[in-house]
């Protein structure tokens, strides 16, 4: 029988760090094409497999058009499934899932308005509701765990090449970049204001918000060179001391944040910053 998922909490962050190494996807090729048929009813052709964290991303072709294919890891999935769930039961889900955030975002960032560039979920054939997810039964890395449901979801291709594919950055691209940066933020600002939903689903835990730096205290005695290790040291007992137990620290701007705007992640074209992908990390922060 296929895994359902998770079955544990949205603030279960250990529970959910351990299984996203579990429940990383694993399909052949034949398998993610077959889903794509399945779903958009066309024929796709990947391209390449491109870097991913805990979920599996494709470059395809389908048609005369390019697309990121995602496959979700199984712990975003089954929030996925679960408040799809509640949704069609005609209950109002507490918290939507990641995904839905996720969709949300992109909605959001791609109005005229603001002048900004990322992912574009492609409509699935015959469905109106949002997020354009569908599931389909695919292997992950624990056999323990395989089949599982994984969420699947066609984006459209963002033109370009990344800064980390340039081998010389000029010092006008990287204030560009700070510029996008600045409007992406602002962009936010307005979602985090206007949308109680968005702002709420935001406010999670996620091991990589600077926020949350304390938590990786118990991994310093890892690090086996003493000046090192002092070092890290030295650094999470000013983040106590001064954020933390401070009572006169600073009020620093609160509000969802893309999270990840690393020079993978910036889109460039002809020297200009012309996008910004992956949202992944997205927190309220």
């Known amino acids: 029988m296929p895994n359902s998922g998770t079955g544990g909490s949205e603030g279960d962050s250990s529970t959910d760090e351990k299984l996203r190494k579990s429940l990383k996807p694993d399909p052949s090729a034949e398998q993610v094409i077959e ?4 779903t958009y009813q066309q024929d796709a052709k990947i391209v390449k497999e491109l870097e991913s964290y805990d979920d599996r991303n494709y470059l395809i072709e389908m048609g005369s058009s390019k697309y990121l294919c995602k496959v979700y890891n199984g712990v975003e999935s089954a929030k996925y499934a679960k408040c799809s ?18 969709s949300l975002i992109w909605n959001h960032l791609n109005q005229p308005r ?26 992950v890395t624990s056999k323990e765990h395989t089949p599982s449901r ?3 979801q ?5 033109e370009g090449s990344t800064m980390a594919s340039c081998h010389a950055i000029p010092i006008e691209t990287l204030v560009d970049a700070g ?16 949308n109680p939903t ?18 990786i205290q118990d991994f310093v005695e890892c690090i086996d060179n003493e000046e090192r290790r002092a070092l890290v040291q030295s650094v999470l007992n000013s983040f106590k001391r001064d954020l933390i137990a401070n009572p006169n620290k600073p009020n620093f701007r609160m509000g969802i944040l893309q999270g990840d705007f690393n020079d993978a992640n910036i889109i460039l074209s002809d020297g200009k910053v012309s996008g910004v992908i992956d949202f992944g ?3 309220l922060r």
């Open 35 to 38: 889903a794509i048929l399945e």
């Open 154 to 158: 066609l984006l459209e291709w963002v």
């Open 150 to 152: 994984l969420c699947l």
């Open 179 to 194: 510029q996008y940066l600045g409007k992406v933020c602002s962009a936010l600002d307005d979602l985090t204001s206007n």
């Open 281 to 283: 990390d997205t927190t």
């Open 85 to 102: 769930a509640e949704e069609s039961s005609g209950s109002d889900p507490k918290l939507l899932s990641p995904i839905h955030l996720y």
């Open 114 to 139: 603001y002048s900004i560039k990322t992912s574009s979920p492609l409509p699935i054939p015959g469905r109106t509701i949002e997020p354009h997810v569908s599931m389909h039964s695919l292997p």
């Open 198 to 215: 968005a702002k709420l689903t935001a406010d999670r835990y996620h091991a990589w918000d600077g926020k949350n730096t304390l938590d």
